[in-house]
C-alpha cells in the first residue's frame, strides 16, 4: 500500500498542474484547420476577409489563407477567366494556322525535291531542255495553222451565207430557216477558232516561260549558269 507522505503529495500535486497547464495551452491554439477567405475589387486590392465571400463579390478574384495565414488558394475574378479563355482560343487558332502553313511549306518542298530529281533526271545539258521546248511549240503551231485554216474556211462561209440572206432581203425573196440556221452555225464557228487561236498563242508564251524556267531551276542544281548573251559587236570608227 503507498503510503501519503508529504512528497508524494507534492508530486502528485505537479503532475496535476501540468496536465492543466497543457490541456489550457491546447484549448488556446487555434485550430491548424480554420481558413479566412479575403476578396479583391476590380483593381485586384483586397478589400475584405471573412469565412465566406458576400454575394456581391462573388464574381471577384480571392484568396484563402489557412489559420496561420499562408496562401492556399487564388481564384481569378469571372472577367479576368473570361479574357484568359478569350486569348486561349485566339491562340489556339493561331497554332493551328501556323501548323497549317508548317505543312503547306513541307508538302511544297517535297513537291519541289520530286520535280528537281525528275528535271536531273530528263536532262543531261541545256541543249535537250532547248529541243523538248522547241518539240512543244512546234505541236502548238500546227495547231494553230489548223485553226487559222477552219476560221478562213468559217470566215468564207458565213460571208456567202450573210450575203444569200442580204439579197433576198433586198429582193423581197424569202430566205429559208435552214440558210439563216447555217449562217449563225457559221458566225458561231468562226468566233470559236479565233478564240482558239487566241488561246494557243497564250499557250505559247506559257510554252516558252516554262521551259525558260526549268532551265534556270536546271542550272541551279548543277551549280551553272546560263550563258550571258553575246554583245553585238559595234563597227569600228573609219
Known amino acids: 500500500m503507498i503510503k501519503n507522505t508529504p512528497a508524494f503529495s507534492a508530486a502528485v500535486l505537479a503532475a496535476a498542474l501540468a496536465a492543466l497547464v497543457a490541456s489550457t495551452a491546447a484549448a488556446q491554439k487555434p485550430k491548424a484547420s480554420t481558413t479566412i477567405v479575403c476578396w479583391k475589387d476590380k483593381a485586384g486590392k483586397v478589400v475584405g476577409c471573412g469565412d465566406r465571400v458576400p454575394p456581391e463579390y462573388e464574381d471577384s478574384a480571392t484568396k484563402v489563407l489557412d489559420g496561420r495565414g499562408v496562401t492556399r488558394k487564388t481564384t481569378e475574378s469571372a472577367a479576368d477567366e473570361a479574357k484568359r479563355a ?31 530529281a525528275a528535271l536531273l533526271a530528263t536532262f543531261s545539258n541545256e541543249q535537250e531542255i532547248d529541243l523538248k521546248r522547241d518539240r512543244d511549240l512546234e505541236v502548238v503551231d ?28 433586198k429582193t423581197k425573196k424569202p430566205v429559208s430557216d435552214f440558210i439563216k440556221d447555217e449562217a449563225a ?45 553575246t554583245a553585238a559587236a559595234v563597227p569600228a570608227k573609219k
Not at 548543277?222 to 550571258?228: E, I, L, M, N
Open 86 to 116: 478569350a486569348e486561349d482560343a485566339k491562340l489556339g487558332i493561331k497554332k493551328e494556322e501556323l501548323t497549317r502553313q508548317r505543312e503547306e511549306k513541307n508538302r511544297l518542298a517535297t513537291v519541289q525535291r520530286r520535280e528537281d
Open 142 to 169: 500546227r495547231q494553230i495553222t489548223q485553226l487559222q485554216a477552219a476560221q478562213s474556211n468559217a470566215t468564207e462561209r458565213s460571208l456567202d451565207l450573210k450575203g444569200r440572206i442580204e439579197a433576198g432581203e
Open 185 to 229: 452555225r457559221a458566225e458561231n464557228d468562226r468566233v470559236r477558232f479565233e478564240k482558239g487561236i487566241v488561246a494557243r498563242s497564250k499557250e505559247k508564251e506559257d510554252v516558252r516561260k516554262r521551259y525558260a524556267d526549268m532551265k534556270q531551276r536546271y542550272n541551279e542544281l548543277r551549280g551553272t549558269s546560263a550563258p550571258a548573251p
